[in-house]
């Protein structure tokens, strides 16, 4: 297993920027979400692709977009950054369904100044 | 929204087996119950996921009761590693990818 890598590690824009995180997803999930963990909280759902398309989006506006791969990696983008975007933003794999688990990378540290 | 309620922290000893409840008193015949925890500085990891028996993996148990409103999460012999905040989420049919995390239950383990 190859795991869930993201890039970069830490990020640090301006407010009013656009910027795009990277994620790889596990060997053989088709599946990629994205999360937003603001400190001391648990991480929010932004929103899930399958097959290359949005299929399941939580409660972002849409200056919160993404893109999966045929190769199923994924990017998120965000545009018009605001100070409260300075979170850590993971990317999570895995196989569609309930009854399978989601592989987590270590995450990207944005910080918004 | 699958909600579950978790206590804010616990302490256990090394060595020691430790269980995590949690009480999911909405839960649907089709959730599943996932747990997952996160190490300062890391994503969340895995752990285990059932839906109506016990599960045992190489990290946890997992008991589930019978009316499927309540969960432990057993670690059977903690160790300073396994010190980290632990979520108990419903991975609810339809969700598309959405786990809700809740605040977890941070769990401290001393030597």
């Known amino acids: 297993e190859t795991g869930v890598t993201q890039s970069p590690t830490h990020l640090i824009k301006t407010r009013g920027q656009q910027v795009t995180l990277r994620c790889s997803s596990q060997s053989g999930h088709n599946t990629v979400s994205w999360y937003q963990q603001a400190l001391g909280q648990g991480p929010q759902f932004i929103f899930q692709y399958y097959r290359e398309e949005e299929n399941g989006r939580g409660n972002f506006p849409p200056r919160f977009s993404g893109l999966q791969f045929p190769n199923y990696s994924s990017e998120l983008n965000v545009n018009a950054l605001e100070l409260d975007d300075s979170a850590l933003y993971l990317c999570?794999?895995?196989?569609?369904?309930?009854?399978?688990?989601?592989?987590f990378g270590s995450g990207t540290r944005l910080t918004v100044v | 929204d699958a909600k579950t309620t978790q206590p804010n922290s616990m302490e256990s000893n090394e060595e020691e087996p430790v269980h995590l409840p949690c009480n999911h008193s909405t839960i649907s015949g089709t959730d599943y119950i996932h747990w997952y925890r996160q190490l300062p500085s890391q994503g969340p990891e895995y752990v285990i996921h059932g839906l109506t028996s016990n599960v045992n993996n190489r990290m946890a148990s997992l008991a589930i009761a019978e009316d499927r409103k309540s969960s432990t999460l057993i670690l059977h012999r903690a160790t300073l590693r396994d010190a980290a905040v632990y979520y108990c989420?419903?991975?609810?049919?339809?969700?598309?990818?959405?786990?809700?995390f809740g605040k977890g239950t941070k769990l401290s383990v001393k030597p």
């Open positions: 999570a794999s895995s196989l569609l369904g309930q009854n399978y688990g989601y592989t």
């Open positions: 989420i419903l991975n609810y049919g339809g969700s598309q990818g959405n786990l809700i």
